[in-house]
């Protein structure tokens, strides 16, 4: 009994002596092992390998689409002892072999028991009954796709509201009334004239009747720069680039050049025949619209009164905006006409005959090259918006009302407009939606005045019910984390005089 071995011992010990290879059957030759050749060394060794098999118990490989063996055929059963013998050798021994590298734990286990239990009595080609076989779909697919309702083009318009990150605090809020207003005595009620304006400096210029008003938005100071006297009247204000000199356009057709730190006049042209209802500086160069119907360029650096004359309205000249590049100057008129001029043509390049009543209202955008804004009066209504790189016209929005002034923010990709008859209101819009973020109100007249303050968050509006009203209505700049309002005259709502 003791030199008996029981078959359970020689199971759990693979080092114990084999049996005879007599008292064993010989295996098949495709399921034998190779012999080990065995080293002549007279040193013993021992033999390290670098091959790893990682144990794959927990592997799903359903995910992947590995097709199970399909069962066997009726007409492949009745095939000879031959074809028996090679499924064996075959489908069987692939079989076993997932079922070894596999583990009987993947969901395709029972498949293959039936494969090896049935392996005897049926069979099929090795290329239809592998398991290996290539399989209907791509092998690394997951099955767990995305529907394809969701499957679109990365830069879509709806695509990129769908992964832009959640904006937990909801739509900016703009608050609906003035921090500040100002009394302004005198403040005309023209359509045609631009009486406001803001500086790089932070100090705004305003024309009451016939004299021009600085206000300082740091101190709230206010100091009278000029008076024409009785006989002549304020028609247009505009600071230059760099916030020194102020041009005042005057009801006779007279520019005045004002030295603002100083309050000194440094200079005079009378080139106009009509009043001056438009200004705008190109660095050194100052261009001035009239009601003679045409447009001036005065440089500063010249002694001549004007350096050339642009041509080509019908009517008088009530807008005018030089582009962020200096390259391009817009013009609208009295005729329904928006004009764009080059720095060196006498003659528009570009003509835009859309509108159905008079332009004053024009923005150039600081963020697209190109992009212009323009606005109808009584008659028309609309905002239209052009590129003047392509000499196309974009798009056109009827507000309802007549469209007095336009500027965009510096800081987001939004636009202000200012509203006569009939509605009097301000609407802040979101481009290139012109979806309404808000619309503000207070005045009792045509909102005909608008300036935006140096850091952009901040607007001023004048109306012929001879007030200033400042909204705070962009946000502020990305790199900047302060509050400005207090640069303004503090955060409260004040009511004072301008003189």
């Not at 390998?49 to 399909?70: E, M, Q, T, V, Y």
């Not at 009745?78 to 069987?92: C, E, K, Q, V």
Request: aromatic share 8%.
């Amino acid at each position: 009994m003791a030199s008996s071995s029981s078959p359970s011992s020689s199971m759990e010990n693979p080092r114990s002596k084999p049996n005879p290879p007599s008292c064993s059957p010989r295996p098949p030759p495709h399921l034998s092992t190779p012999p080990r050749v065995q080293s002549i060394s007279p040193y013993s060794r021992t033999i390290y390998s670098d091959r790893f098999i990682p144990s794959r118990i927990g592997s799903n490989f359903a995910l992947f689409d590995l097709a199970p063996p399909p069962p066997p055929s009726s007409s492949v059963a009745a095939s000879s002892s031959d074809s028996t013998r090679d499924d064996f050798g075959s489908g069987s021994y692939s079989a076993l072999l997932r079922s070894v590298m596999f583990s009987p734990a993947t969901p395709d286990a029972a498949s293959q028991q039936r494969v090896l239990s049935s392996s005897g009595s049926s069979s099929s080609s090795p290329s239809s009954s592998s398991p290996f076989a290539t399989p209907s779909r791509n092998i690394f697919r997951f099955k767990a796709e995305i529907p394809r309702a969701t499957r679109r083009a990365l830069f879509e318009e709806d695509s990129l509201q769908a992964v832009s990150p959640i904006n937990s605090k909801g739509p900016r809020k703009v608050p609906r009334s003035p921090f500040k207003v100002l009394d302004a005595p005198a403040l005309q009620d023209d359509f045609y004239l631009n009486l406001v304006d803001w500086s790089s400096h932070n100090v705004l210029a305003v024309g009451l009747g016939n004299c021009v008003y600085l206000w300082n938005a740091c101190s709230s100071k206010v100091t009278k720069l000029c008076d024409l006297g009785a006989e002549d009247s304020v028609c247009s204000v505009g600071w230059a680039q760099r916030g020194n000199y102020l041009a005042v356009g005057t009801n006779l057709g007279k520019v005045q050049i004002w030295d603002a730190s100083r309050c000194k006049r440094i200079r005079t042209t009378e080139s106009h025949r009509l009043r001056v209802g438009a200004i705008a500086w190109s660095s050194s160069l100052l261009s001035s619209g009239s009601r003679d119907k045409t447009i001036l360029h005065h440089d500063m650096r010249a002694q001549d009164d004007y350096i050339s004359k642009l041509t080509g309205h019908k009517s008088e000249v009530c807008g005018l905006k030089w582009s962020y590049d200096n390259r391009e100057l817009a013009s609208g008129g009295n005729d329904n006409r928006l004009f764009v001029w080059n720095q060196h043509s006498t003659q528009p390049v570009l003509k835009y005959c859309e509108h159905t009543a008079a332009v004053k209202a024009i923005a150039w955008s600081p963020h697209l090259h190109g992009l212009l804004a323009s606005g109808g009066g009584t008659a028309d209504r609309c905002i239209r918006f052009w590129n003047t790189t392509t000499n196309t016209h974009l798009s056109c929005m009827d507000t309802g009302s007549q469209v007095c002034n336009l500027v965009w923010s510096k800081n987001v990709n939004e636009l202000v407009s200012t509203h006569g008859y009939s509605q009097n209101q301000i609407i802040v819009w979101r481009y290139p939606t012109m979806s309404k973020l808000a619309t503000l109100t207070g005045h009792t007249y045509r909102v005909l005045y608008l300036a935006i303050s140096p850091d952009g968050q901040t607007i001023v509006t004048g109306a012929g019910d001879e007030t200033l009203r400042f909204w705070n209505v962009f946000p502020c700049p990305k790199s900047q984390t302060t509050d400005n309002l207090n640069n303004i005259g503090g955060t409260s709502y004040v009511r004072s005089y301008i003189r």
